[in-house]
């Protein structure tokens, strides 16, 4: 048993059975295997829209990239995912560039979304851990995103408009890749390590100063050990 086992046994101790379950049941459902990343969502909405989106489909990592925008949370939108998914920012004159680095460097290939391309989304490649990339609502992705994207995919229409909303377009997407990975023999999801760290940060959300409430389990533990 490790420490992180033993401290959120002692969280479980003082939070209530419903939410021990809630945890549980969500954490063995969420995955770091595929992240969004919004590029200068312009529209706080939509924006917010994407995070409540990203959380009811288990998908634990958002990056936004914020170049002469600021991305702010709409609450009564986003209905409390801010709380549950992980969200990390880049900005400064290069956010693109350096989002993708980071990403690269942890194992994720870079898919954009383009409705000119030529593949779809159900063409992707779903064997490596994958970044999928949503641009402005009426720009789409930058030409700096594209050239330094691993690949193009769209999502099939069928109408006379060009593309859908961008937080319908993140729901259809994450929709068909959650399916697609179902059906996979390969581990997808958090490991049990990864969920056990995962439901320790939730339950600092909603414990009084949870993040000293966990120093505190910690200290008790060491001594007993």
Known sequence: MTIQDKILAKYYEVISE???EMFDRIAANRTNYVTVVMENIMKDHNASA???TCDCFGIQKLHTLEKGVKYKIQREIARGAENW???KTFHGEEPVHHCFTDLKSHGFRIITTSPHAKRTIFDLDISSPIALVFGTERQGVSKTAIQESDELVRIPMYGFTESFNVSVSVALALNILRQ???NQDFNWKLNLDEQTLLKIN???KIV????????EFERRILEKE
């Open 50 to 52: 994407v995070m409540r």
């Open 18 to 20: 419903s939410k021990q």
């Open 202 to 204: 939730w339950c600092e």
């Open 208 to 215: 009084k100063e949870g993040p000293s409430v966990t120093k």
């Open 85 to 87: 998914i992980d969200l």
């Open 180 to 182: 697609r990975l179902s």
